[in-house]
């Protein structure tokens, strides 16, 4: 066989690969808060109509210019189920896998990293993210393979530096890190005529995303505010994407309590994470040893600048940056177990620490798409609950998210079943008192700082029905058939 047929089998069989294992990792759970708006509005017949629900509804999906619009057409195509929509992903998932297809073990540690297939399972843009940070370090090595005088890699660094643009405004981070970060590798360039050419180029579609996001700040889109912030979020956001939060509490037991949790968990968190540490060290300290300095200052400036700026908004906005946010640096995260595989074959020890994290890591991936306790919230039983109860004449107290449940009736029973949840919306009793069923999700975050247990038996209630996410409690004074 030809080496270039070779290589399209090779292609071919990691697109494949990634297909599989992506689809694998979407369930037909139920939509969570951040799930249930995008799903709803791509529902919606036109995409004029999509567009001006969009708006309304504002937040951070108007600051998402390509992801959402993608949605709205992906469900005219395929659906509107759970799993239909989530397979969004999948064409990410296998940019992601081709994008470092050349880098040894690549595809391996990428499609076993829980980080990696948790976000392909959620119908979110971290999928998108990912890839596009793949293909920035993509460009980050073919413009270190290029000799000093030349030019190679400069466009596709731009498109990469467009393409993570495009992906959110949070994004944006981590493109100018990218683009910074390779002018500290090649400060050359600057001084010469033919990069300012070739940049030249790109003027026009980078204004065109600035442009876009003026247009978004301007009208006072932002996403929902988040509070219980600090750097504290950002160590909970580096333990998800080294890939242990599978084998750990899942994030419900960590918002209940943290540190009890955790240390509940230790006896098999600690050896998991020496052994991803292990691992990730070997690679991380061959990388130093054969990189020339300069390379290291403009990768570090890649990665690290982001971060600042991300860890100064967690401060000052008291904003909760999770490793979602962090998401166009897993290509980072991920490539030291590759470098650590790669010679594995002349050094046993690499080969064991090696291995053990990529069981570790798979281990992990399973236990995130099928333990029970990682299960996302369960909002369309609730819906289904709370819609029952309001058909039967029951006054229903809802403390939680809106846009899910507005999908789940709409898909349910069409604009009627979505008027019947926005009519309990607007004649909500005002107190316990006149409540006979009360919806609370996540009640450590939404009612913290307070025993709700204790106060919702005060008030004469008792709980009816515990889902993920979710505490159903029933009056018990109120007329039950």
Avoid at 53 to 72: A, E, K, N, R
Avoid at 106 to 123: A, I, N, Q, R
Avoid at 336 to 357: D, Q, T, V
Wanted: with cysteine.
């Amino acid at each position: 066989m030809s080496p270039s047929l070779l290589s399209h089998w090779r292609w071919l069989l990691c697109a494949l690969a990634a297909l599989a294992v992506g689809a694998l990792a979407i369930s037909n759970q139920s939509f969570w808060m951040d799930e249930g708006g995008p799903a709803f509005k791509s529902m919606l017949p036109t995409l004029g109509s999509w567009w001006r629900f969009t708006l309304q509804i504002g937040g951070s999906d108007v600051q998402m210019p390509v992801y959402m619009p993608l949605v709205w057409l992906w469900e005219k195509i395929f659906g509107s189920t759970e799993f239909a929509l989530r397979a969004i992903n999948l064409p990410f998932l296998v940019i992601m896998v081709l994008a470092l297809r050349r880098v040894p073990f690549w595809p391996l540690v990428c499609l076993t990293s829980p980080f990696v297939l948790y976000y392909v399972g959620e119908l979110r843009p971290y999928a998108m993210q990912m890839a596009a940070g793949a293909c920035a370090a993509a460009a980050f090595g073919r413009i270190l393979r290029q000799p000093d005088e030349g030019f190679g890699g400069i466009h596709a660094l731009f498109a990469s530096a467009l393409f993570l643009s495009a992906c959110s405004l949070s994004a944006v981070v981590w493109a100018a890190g990218l683009v910074i970060g390779a002018l500290v590798i090649r400060t050359e360039w600057l001084a010469r005529k033919g990069f300012w050419l070739r940049a030249a180029a790109w003027v026009l579609p980078f204004m065109a995303i600035a442009g876009y996001y003026a247009f978004t700040l301007f009208k006072g889109y932002r996403g929902a505010p988040s509070a219980g912030g600090g750097l504290l979020s950002m160590l909970f956001g580096f333990y998800e994407m080294a890939g242990l939060l599978g084998i750990g509490p899942s994030r419900n037991e960590l918002r209940d309590s943290a540190f009890a949790s955790l240390m509940a968990h230790l006896p098999w968190l600690l050896p998991a994470a020496a052994i991803l540490g292990t691992a990730w060290m070997i690679g991380v300290v061959d990388w130093l040893g054969s990189t020339p300095r300069r390379v290291i200052a403009g990768v570090t400036v890649a990665a690290v600048l982001p971060l600042l700026i991300l860890a100064a908004v967690s401060v000052m906005a008291d904003f909760r940056v999770l490793g979602r946010h962090m998401s166009p640096a897993i290509a980072a995260m991920l490539l030291p177990f590759c470098l650590c595989l790669a010679k594995a074959k002349a050094s046993p020890p690499r080969l064991i620490a090696g291995a053990l994290a990529i069981l570790v890591m798979a281990f992990s991936s399973v236990s995130l798409r099928f333990a029970e306790k990682h299960a996302r919230d369960d909002y369309r039983t609730a819906t289904r609950i709370a819609l029952d109860a309001f058909s039967k004449g029951h006054a229903v107290l809802w403390q939680a998210d809106i846009a899910t449940p507005l999908f789940y009736a709409y898909r349910a029973g069409g604009w009627d079943d979505f008027s019947r949840f926005q009519k309990m919306r607007a004649e909500m009793p005002a107190t316990y008192m006149f409540a006979d069923l009360v919806f609370i999700n996540r009640p450590d975050f939404r009612r913290r700082g307070e025993d709700h247990r204790e106060t919702m038996k005060r008030e004469g209630f008792d709980l009816d029905t515990a889902l993920p996410g979710f505490e159903v409690w029933k009056n018990r004074y109120a007329s039950w058939d």
